[in-house]
């Protein structure tokens, strides 16, 4: 399949890093401006989103948190910002496609999505006013799906988006999401952070850690586009949506500003980006804590270890694992070489032990 095809048809199903289980299907990238295929239904039910109130009697006005939501003047911060958001437009063997972007700085960076550029022959941003505008792609990393272009400061004046942090963002914040969905430039949506922490599926089928969860509605062409908090500082990229229809839901994902930060040196400097790589499939255990290993890669880390399909992980690096993610985010903490200790339970409760597992490097794809 090719690569605009992937990007159309791409459902991202939450996989594990090196493994996480599947609480729902249907997630899709938010950069592509069609969709060919019917998406997947929800294999189990999507996460709640943040509590909206309920229209109130033959009135149909709205009350509680959704009226104060739909009354929020963003009027002032759009103004201040819009001008750093950008359309960007591929061309590839294929034909091409659409998504966003925001300026990152006055050297002419800006930052996007990996799936928006993937293999694209030619890039161009597109600003708010003025004709389009050459960009290269500098670095991209699928693992994240960030990408990096550059465009030539001379081209057209910058308006720079600050960058916030989302270490500190708490479940009901406001969010502010523009972009262009469906080529529809200079789009604002607005919300709340329905949930942080979430892991989402990178197009390289690994895990992407710390995603921010909204309500703001983020479409087809959203991808690469900023989700803003009040003050209008970056605080996530935003990348996917879950739904059953292709469109939103009310379920966005945006990668958190924060993992950005961390590559965005060797995004600059055109460096692939080493990862840990544990080479295992887990699921959530049906009963009790822990993580039950679906499938182990032949010749990896894992397999290499000792470890086997069936086995449930219960701890691993010191710390006990309660689920799924606990596993991929022990690993991503760590680096290629580094060796940690699983304790596993093989065959029932009474048969449990310690392997000692030296990590790999990621591979470009997951298998």
Same mark, same amino acid.
């Given at each position: 399949?090719?690569?605009?095809?992937?990007?159309?048809?791409?459902?991202?199903?939450?996989?594990?890093?090196?493994?996480?289980?599947?609480?729902?299907?249907?997630?899709?990238?938010?950069? $592509?401006?069609?969709?060919? @295929? +019917?998406? &997947? !239904?929800?294999? %189990?039910?999507?996460?709640?989103?943040? #509590? =909206? *109130?309920?229209?109130?009697?033959?009135?149909?006005?709205?009350?509680?948190?959704?009226?104060?939501?739909?009354?929020?003047?963003?009027?002032?911060?759009?103004?201040?910002?819009?001008?750093?958001?950008?359309?960007?437009?591929?061309?590839?063997?294929?034909?091409?496609?659409?998504?966003?972007?925001?300026?990152?700085?006055?050297?002419?960076?800006?930052?996007?999505?990996?799936?928006?550029?993937?293999?694209?022959?030619? $890039?161009?941003?597109?600003? @708010? +006013?003025? &004709? !389009?505008?050459? %960009?290269?792609?500098?670095?991209?990393? #699928? =693992? *994240?799906?960030?990408?990096?272009?550059?465009?030539?400061?001379?081209?057209?004046?910058?308006?720079?988006?600050?960058?916030?942090?989302?270490?500190?963002?708490?479940?009901?914040?406001?969010?502010?999401?523009?972009?262009?969905?469906?080529?529809?430039?200079?789009?604002?949506?607005?919300?709340?952070?329905?949930?942080?922490?979430?892991?989402?599926?990178?197009?390289?089928?690994?895990?992407?850690?710390?995603?921010?969860?909204?309500?703001?509605?983020?479409?087809?062409?959203?991808?690469?586009?900023?989700?803003?908090?009040?003050?209008?500082?970056?605080?996530?990229?935003?990348?996917?949506?879950?739904?059953?229809?292709?469109?939103?839901?009310?379920?966005?994902?945006?990668?958190?500003?924060?993992?950005?930060?961390?590559?965005?040196?060797?995004?600059?400097?055109?460096?692939?980006?080493?990862?840990?790589?544990?080479?295992?499939?887990?699921?959530?255990?049906?009963?009790?804590?822990?993580?039950?290993?679906?499938?182990?890669?032949?010749?990896?880390?894992?397999?290499?270890?000792?470890?086997?399909?069936?086995?449930?992980?219960?701890?691993?690096?010191?710390?006990?694992?309660?689920?799924?993610?606990?596993?991929?985010?022990?690993?991503?903490?760590?680096?290629?070489?580094?060796?940690?200790?699983?304790?596993?339970?093989?065959?029932?409760?009474?048969?449990?032990?310690?392997?000692?597992?030296?990590?790999?490097?990621?591979?470009?794809?997951?298998?």
């Amino acid at each position: 399949m090719n690569a605009d095809a992937r990007r159309s048809n791409f459902l991202a199903a939450l996989l594990g890093a090196l493994a996480v289980a599947v609480p729902f299907g249907g997630l899709a990238l938010a950069g $592509v401006f069609d969709s060919d @295929s +019917e998406p &997947a !239904p929800a294999s %189990a039910p999507a996460p709640a989103p943040a #509590a =909206s *109130s309920e229209r109130s009697g033959s009135s149909g006005e709205r009350s509680g948190s959704t009226a104060a939501r739909a009354a929020t003047d963003v009027s002032e911060l759009y103004e201040r910002v819009s001008k750093g958001v950008v359309s960007v437009e591929t061309t590839t063997a294929a034909g091409g496609g659409t998504g966003s972007g925001f300026v990152l700085d006055e050297d002419g960076y800006i930052l996007t999505n990996e799936h928006v550029v993937e293999d694209a022959e030619s $890039v161009r941003v597109r600003f @708010s +006013e003025g &004709a !389009p505008v050459t %960009a290269r792609v500098v670095g991209a990393d #699928a =693992s *994240s799906d960030l990408a990096l272009l550059k465009i030539d400061p001379d081209d057209h004046a910058l308006t720079p988006l600050p960058l916030g942090s989302s270490k500190t963002l708490k479940v009901g914040q406001p969010a502010i999401a523009i972009g262009s969905p469906f080529r529809l430039a200079g789009t604002v949506t607005t919300g709340v952070i329905s949930a942080v922490g979430r892991p989402i599926r990178s197009p390289n089928n690994f895990t992407i850690e710390n995603a921010i969860q909204t309500d703001a509605a983020i479409n087809p062409g959203n991808s690469g586009g900023p989700l803003l908090d009040a003050s209008g500082r970056v605080i996530g990229i935003n990348a996917q949506i879950a739904s059953t229809s292709g469109a939103n839901d009310g379920v966005g994902f945006a990668i958190a500003v924060d993992t950005a930060k961390d590559i965005l040196p060797a995004l600059k400097e055109g460096r692939k980006i080493k990862r840990p790589y544990l080479g295992v499939t887990t699921g959530d255990a049906r009963t009790g804590t822990g993580a039950v290993v679906a499938a182990v890669v032949p010749g990896g880390p894992a397999d290499d270890a000792g470890l086997r399909a069936g086995d449930r992980i219960v701890a691993i690096a010191g710390r006990s694992v309660t689920q799924s993610a606990d596993v991929s985010s022990a690993v991503s903490a760590r680096k290629p070489g580094d060796e940690v200790e699983i304790r596993i339970r093989r065959r029932g409760a009474d048969d449990e032990r310690t392997l000692r597992v030296t990590l790999g490097t990621r591979p470009e794809r997951a298998t």
